[in-house]
């Protein structure tokens, strides 16, 4: 499986945006990107996913390079309650299985 | 809210004995998975099923049984517990079709064994 690299921490101050990096230098043409964040003692929880064009929700966008071995989640306003660990994973056709590293654990300065 | 539970949330239990979880899902989803979570490491998966009675093994399935009876109920067991599966368990499902399919995780149950 084509693997992601994710820098193990992060900081942010509340209220500014934050850019999360993953790279991803041996993704397949057929993987998407997906993001999910875990919040302090929960499950994970879906944020975004892509192919190949920058994705926007409510959530969160996701900026993916133009030969698709990075991408950046971008959280445009960050807010106490954003701050999680954040894994990047590539999925091959159906998210029918994930293979989750360690992620980027956020922290959200007041 | 694909309205997952799982049960029991805590559990502490000693060397040697079975221990079953259960995951239980309300909007009749296909796919139920299991993951294990250690401290300072993402989720790895146990096993996984794609509907009644059919089950496969993940990454780490070593120790570990599952049943699916029913569509609604997706149970892990642990024949025989050892300290090493100290961990806390992830039930999920997937949601939505094709390329769109994510997964929704449960609470969680954390298990100690002494």
């Known amino acids: 499986d084509a693997k992601t690299t994710q820098p193990n921490s992060m900081e942010s101050n509340e209220e500014e945006p934050v850019h999360l990096p993953c790279n991803h230098s041996t993704i397949s043409g057929t993987d998407y990107i997906h993001w999910y964040r875990q919040l302090p003692s929960q499950g994970p929880e879906y944020v975004i996913h892509g192919l190949t064009s920058n994705v926007n929700n409510r959530m969160a966008s996701l900026a993916i390079a133009e030969d698709r071995k990075s991408s950046t989640l971008i959280l445009h306003r960050a807010t106490l309650r954003d701050a999680a660990v954040y894994y990047c994973?590539?999925?091959?056709?159906?998210?029918?299985?994930?293979?989750f590293g360690s992620g980027t654990q956020l922290t959200v300065l007041p | 809210d694909a309205g997952i539970t799982q049960s029991p949330r805590h559990k502490v239990t000693e060397t040697g004995t079975p221990v079953t979880l259960r995951c239980h899902q309300t909007e009749n989803h296909r796919y139920m998975y299991w993951y294990r979570q250690d401290p300072g490491h993402g989720l790895r998966l146990i096993h996984y099923s794609y509907g009644v009675k059919d089950t496969d093994k993940g990454e780490v399935s070593d120790g570990y049984s599952v049943s699916r009876s029913k569509t609604e109920d997706f149970l892990l067991t642990l024949e025989s517990a050892t300290s090493s599966q100290t961990s806390v368990y992830f039930c999920?499902?997937?949601?939505?079709?094709?390329?769109?399919?994510?997964?929704?995780f449960g609470p969680g149950t954390r298990l100690l064994v002494l």
């Open positions: 994973i590539l999925v091959s056709g159906s998210a029918r299985q994930l293979t």
């Open positions: 999920a499902i997937n949601q939505g079709a094709g390329n769109q399919e994510t997964q929704y």
